[in-house]
């Protein structure tokens, strides 16, 4: 069984940076990161791959957000630059039995719980 633990979240000001974290037990092949605001549909900001570690990114998030992964650690990142308000949100680490599920929220079969972004003006 696959489990998904973020962190790395928190209150921060407007132009700063944070780098998520996401600690994954279990073995994990396609990894991306969403991002839910209270009452919506969680919104996808980027994935990676396995095993050719290929990233792929929403079109809102090319230029501030950046997915990583140790694999050996067992871990995925997201470094976000540039924090505004409208980034803050719940951000989710998903995992996929599948090799590159993308943007597909349905195809990702493990999901974390969440750790939040809080960002002032």
């Known amino acids: 069984q696959v489990r998904l633990t973020e962190s790395g979240g928190g209150l921060v000001q407007a132009g700063g940076s944070l780098r998520l974290s996401c600690a994954a037990s279990?073995?994990?092949?396609?990894v991306g990161w969403f991002r839910q605001a209270p009452g919506a549909a969680p919104e996808y900001i980027a994935s990676?791959?396995?095993?050719?570690?290929?990233?792929d990114y929403a079109d809102s998030a090319q230029d501030r957000f950046t997915i990583s992964r140790d694999y050996a650690k067992n871990m995925i990142y997201l470094q976000i630059e540039n924090l505004k308000p409208e980034d803050t949100a719940l951000y989710l680490c998903?995992?996929?039995?599948?090799?590159?599920?993308?943007?597909?929220?349905?195809?990702?079969?493990?999901w974390g719980q969440g750790t939040q972004v809080t960002v002032g003006s």
């Open positions: 279990g073995q994990t092949f396609g």
């Open positions: 990676m791959s396995w095993p050719k570690m290929i990233a």
């Open positions: 998903a995992a996929s039995r599948l090799y590159d599920p993308k943007n597909r929220a349905e195809l990702y079969n493990h």
